[in-house]
């Protein structure tokens, strides 16, 4: 059946029930449903977590759950845990001028992301995410840090739709193990968009090919290049448009009763628990003669007061601007000159002086301009701090979400979350119409005026613009050599001045004395892996991976061939529900065609095992998968098993015909399992698929997602098209993934291409007001809730689910995803020195091919690690143990010390992330004992255990 023209548009038949164990209702036998699913886009817990009151009370074994694929998750709606309109307005009921104008705000309390997962026991309380600053200045102000003071070239023009910009790009290989890539930033009225772009020795690029990776295909004007080098003062102030590297915040002090601006700004003395709460915030400082930030306070005359607070957090300067500190005017009630700075203020903290329930309304305070409130309240019985913020409703999501109940026992914890969450606000406030509009206005004029100003300048002695990078050849002409030594003394002046002021935006300086952990830190399980991998999955804590020389399986420190290098298999799935393992080889000289093959698990369980080969496949294959190129499996947690199988434009959608019980299940002989695939439906497309996914939609169907060259389309079982997504066919499309997710119950997909990450309704609507926008073009991305992790080239890209805000990249060798299904594993190069080949003039030193490394290290983040604190039940920290590991094996974010001296001879300036020297180590995991049987787990050698969960305690514990 011929479907290339044949669409319609699907509507699930209904919503993914919220717990949705694998085999349920399916077979008799003694099952162990997974904890159920309760929040947005992440994944179950992995296979070796336990309910504990699943262990057999008989012999005491404990029946053990396949490995979750870590992208699924189902989930609440995001304001669970970043505020609501109705939760602010339900407060504001009584009628009175200020229920009005409570709409403006959303609340977040923390409160609403209870969840009454265990009836009897009332509510769970729930850790918030980890603290990060997101779109940190450190990585995402590339100007000051790549390009300032290097050698780099700007143009200008105009594009097709008579908008001016301007193009900067870079030959670097800072921050990116001595591997030299083009960085690119492409100014326009809406911001700067960043993008990395390998680099080719023998394939130089133009200007036009880098605004053709930017979707700029027509032009009006240019693209000219610009070389004057004052240029470079212009573009820095581009970049500080994104917003100020220093913060200012209004703390306002509230007594018990009060509830207007007026009386709050009115207070002279202030509590012992107030005085306490400014020390655990920062310092006071004279501000007379102060030469640090000053947050626009006086530091000449004290005409804005004698003293004021301040702290650094991570590179940034802070000055708050405390109501009591500031002058007092006794004879004005309205203290004009107080509210002249706090009402001017992005983000307020109003401290609340008493225990009881809070009468603060965000309306109270007269000001347009503030769009983020902070209530403090702190709690004498038991010295803790108690946090809600009020959020303007146009101001994006921002995180961390607060914890569940919102109160903080560690001050220190309290100090850290705060600041964070406060200097994220500020940020998120710019997205925000009032801030935005304006912002887009005034880059508008700015880069209008350069382009004025330097279109129409001479080009001097270059008489060629092809090569994006300067041409090495072109040095050895004096006049060119002067020109280029002009232009980087003026970018190290202007950098040096930068630094000196304190206003450099890729500090890490900090007053915290916290050590974070940051949850990504990879664990390295195998130094040295010298084989090429192809392939790979998890099978409980192992690993099994294709590679050229056969199928391999890695056992903690063990490693053994499963097949022979008879077998060299292109793709693996193991769908441990079903003790089944799938791989697909390709046409060569033992195979004489393409085809997937199936085989229990337990064939391979026996460690003394020869490697089978590929006589050992003849009677697996799978019914019409003969000259196969893709397949795909449905999630474990799908019910029933599917299968969808790619033969050029033919796709062949099959079903396992067998139940699920993988602690007693057994097959009587091959014909069983070869055969157990039956045919549901055979359709012809349009073109030869790239990608496909198998998407939930009811307990009765599953839907196909077929990538093809420049669009996404969805396959019914019954054989119907619908196209979910296209991409203008003019511009080049390279297809990454489609993941499977669910938003609220509800199926949605993750569709990944080019630079680019949209989540889809299955009828084709966008489901978020964003998309994410990567910096390097991703190979994969894995969903774990709260993170969205791109593995490119040389990176992993991290980025928050809830508001596509970069909170860290780390910086990999040749790395490359092998599988997300319960922990992420992932192969890379070990880490060489990251000392720059960068010359004194800013260029780039190819490397010598004797110099690549082809040695390969295999890496995993756990899942624990990652997202621990949103599974269900929610882990206790004594359980984290990955977590206590992690300082051991880290990647190292660390400021470098900076003296006037070094400034003057050394403007590298960059942030690393780097490996420690006694990285690796080598991580001793053992495979606990897998399905499809049911076994004793005892003295389990993963470091992180087999932990149980006790619904009296609500607690996981270690078993």
């Known amino acids: 059946m011929d479907l290339s023209k044949k669409r319609q548009t699907f509507t699930p038949d209904r919503p993914r029930p919220a717990s949705l164990s694998v085999g349920e209702n399916k077979a008799p036998g003694r099952y162990l449903p997974r904890p159920s699913l309760q929040f947005k886009r992440y994944s179950s817990p992995p296979g070796t977590l336990r309910l504990a009151e699943e262990v057999d009370q008989q012999n005491q074994t404990l029946n053990r759950a396949p490995s979750p694929d870590i992208g699924r998750r189902s989930g609440l709606s995001r304001k669970h845990y970043y505020g609501s309109l109705e939760a602010l307005n339900s407060l504001h009921q009584s009628g009175s001028d200020l229920s009005d104008n409570a709409g403006r705000f959303r609340m977040e309390s923390g409160e609403i992301g209870m969840q009454p997962s265990v009836p009897q026991n009332g509510l769970v309380p729930r850790q918030g995410s980890g603290v990060h600053l997101e779109n940190p200045e450190f990585q995402t102000r590339w100007y000051f840090k790549y390009f300032l003071g290097k050698v780099h070239q700007n143009f200008v023009g105009i594009d097709g739709r008579k908008s001016p910009f301007v193009l900067s790009v870079c030959l670097t290989d800072s921050d990116n193990y001595g591997v030299p890539q083009y960085r690119a930033i492409l100014w326009r009225k809406t911001g700067g968009q960043k993008l990395c772009i390998p680099y080719q020795p023998n394939k130089p690029i133009s200007p036009k090919t880098v605004l053709q990776a930017y979707g700029v295909d027509k032009f009006d004007k240019g693209p000219r290049e610009v070389l004057n080098p004052e240029l470079q003062k212009e573009l820095l102030v581009l970049e500080e448009q994104e917003g100020s590297v220093n913060f200012k915040f209004g703390v306002l002090y509230a007594k018990e009763g009060q509830t207007t601006d007026d009386e709050m700004f009115s207070n002279v003395k202030v509590s012992e628990d107030f005085e306490r709460f400014l020390e655990l915030l920062g310092d006071k400082i004279e501000l007379k003669g102060w030469q640090k930030y000053r947050g626009g306070l006086d530091v000449k005359n004290n005409m804005t007061g004698f003293q004021s607070l301040y702290t650094m957090y991570e590179g940034h300067e802070i000055m708050f601007h405390v109501s009591t500190l500031l002058p007092f005017t006794p004879d004005n009630p309205q203290q004009v000159e107080r509210k002249r700075h706090i009402g001017n203020d992005i983000v307020i903290i109003v401290f609340q002086d008493w225990d009881g329930k809070s009468s603060f309304s965000p309306p109270a305070i007269k000001s347009k301009f503030v769009h983020i409130y902070a209530l403090v309240s702190y709690n004498k019985l038991d010295n803790s701090y108690r946090l809600t913020v009020f959020s303007e409703k146009n101001v994006p999501i921002f995180g961390p979400p607060l914890p569940c109940p919102p109160v903080f026992s560690n001050h220190q914890e309290f100090r850290d979350f705060l600041l964070v969450k406060l200097m994220n606000g500020e940020k998120a406030a710019y997205g925000s119409p009032t801030f935005s509009n304006r912002r887009q206005r005034t880059l508008d004029s700015l880069i209008t005026r350069l382009l004025q100003d330097h279109i129409h300048e001479k080009l001097g002695a270059r008489k060629s613009w092809n090569d994006v990078i300067t041409d090495q050849s072109r040095g050895n002409r004096r006049k060119e050599m002067e020109r280029e030594q002009a232009f980087l003394q003026f970018g190290q002046s202007l950098k040096l001045t930068k630094i000196v002021k304190g206003n450099a935006p890729t500090s890490l300086a900090s007053t915290s004395g916290n050590l974070k952990v940051e949850p990504w830190k990879p664990q390295c399980i195998l130094e040295d892996f010298s084989t090429k991998i192809f392939c790979g999955d998890s099978w409980g804590d192992s690993l099994v991976l294709g590679t050229e020389d056969g199928i391999q399986m890695l056992q903690g420190a063990k490693s053994r061939y499963i097949f022979d290098k008879s077998v060299v298999a292109k793709q693996i799935s193991i769908v441990e529900a079903f003790g089944l393992l799938l791989f697909r080889v390709d046409k060569g000289k033992e195979f004489h065609s393409s085809k997937v093959y199936v085989f229990k698990l337990t064939d391979f369980e026996n460690e003394d095992e020869e490697p089978k080969n590929r006589q050992f496949c003849k009677n697996h294959r799978v019914e019409k998968s003969k000259g196969c190129h893709l397949f795909a499996v449905s999630q474990s947690g799908d019910g029933e098993l599917k299968l969808a199988v790619a033969v050029g434009r033919k796709v062949a959608l099959l079903r396992w015909k067998h139940p699920v019980v993988w602690s007693t299940w057994t097959v009587g002989n091959i014909r069983d399992v070869a055969d157990g695939f039956e045919i549901i439906k055979e359709v012809t497309v349009g073109e030869a698929p790239i990608l496909m996914t198998l998407v939930y939609a009811s307990a009765q169907e599953s839907l196909l997602c077929v990538g093809y060259k420049n669009q996404f389309d969805l396959i019914s079982e019954a054989g119907d098209l619908s196209k979910i997504h296209s991409i203008d066919k003019q511009k080049k499309a390279t297809l990454v993934s489609a993941v499977d997710v669910y938003e609220e119950e509800e199926s949605e997909l993750l569709i990944s291409f080019n630079h680019q990450s949209i989540f889809k309704r299955l009828t084709g609507e966008q489901s978020s007001n964003f998309s994410f926008q990567w910096n390097s073009a991703p190979n994969s991305v894995v969903c774990a809730f709260p993170y969205l992790l791109a593995f490119t080239t040389n990176t992993i890209e991290i980025r928050l689910v809830v508001n596509a805000n970069l909170v860290h990249t780390l910086v990999l060798p040749k790395v490359s995803l092998i599988s997300a299904k319960a922990d992420i594993y992932f192969s890379a190069s070990p880490p060489k020195s990251s000392n720059s080949t960068t010359q004194a003039t800013g260029g780039v030193q190819?490397?010598?091919?004797?110099?690549?490394?082809?040695?390969?290290?295999?890496?995993?983040?756990?899942?624990?690690?990652?997202?621990?604190?949103?599974?269900?039940?929610?882990?206790?920290?004594?359980?984290?143990?990955?977590?206590?590991?992690?300082?051991?094996?880290?990647?190292?974010?660390?400021?470098?010390?900076?003296?006037?001296?070094?400034?003057?001879?050394?403007?590298?300036?960059?942030?690393?992330?780097?490996?420690?020297?006694?990285?690796?180590?080598?991580?001793?995991?053992?495979?606990?004992?897998?399905?499809?049987?049911?076994?004793?787990?005892?003295?389990?050698?993963?470091?992180?255990?087999?932990?149980?969960?006790?619904?009296?305690?609500?607690?996981?514990?270690?078993?």
């Open 846 to 959: 190819t490397p010598s091919p004797s110099n690549t490394q082809e040695k390969t290290s295999l890496y995993k983040i756990s899942t624990i690690s990652l997202m621990g604190q949103f599974l269900d039940p929610p882990l206790t920290r004594k359980a984290m143990d990955d977590v206590t590991m992690a300082p051991r094996i880290a990647l190292n974010s660390s400021d470098e010390e900076i003296t006037i001296a070094r400034q003057c001879s050394d403007f590298s300036l960059e942030s690393r992330d780097t490996f420690d020297k006694d990285f690796p180590i080598k991580e001793p995991v053992g495979r606990t004992a897998s399905c499809p049987q049911s076994r004793k787990v005892s003295n389990p050698s993963d470091p992180r255990g087999a932990v149980k969960y006790s619904t009296s305690s609500m607690t996981w514990t270690t078993v």
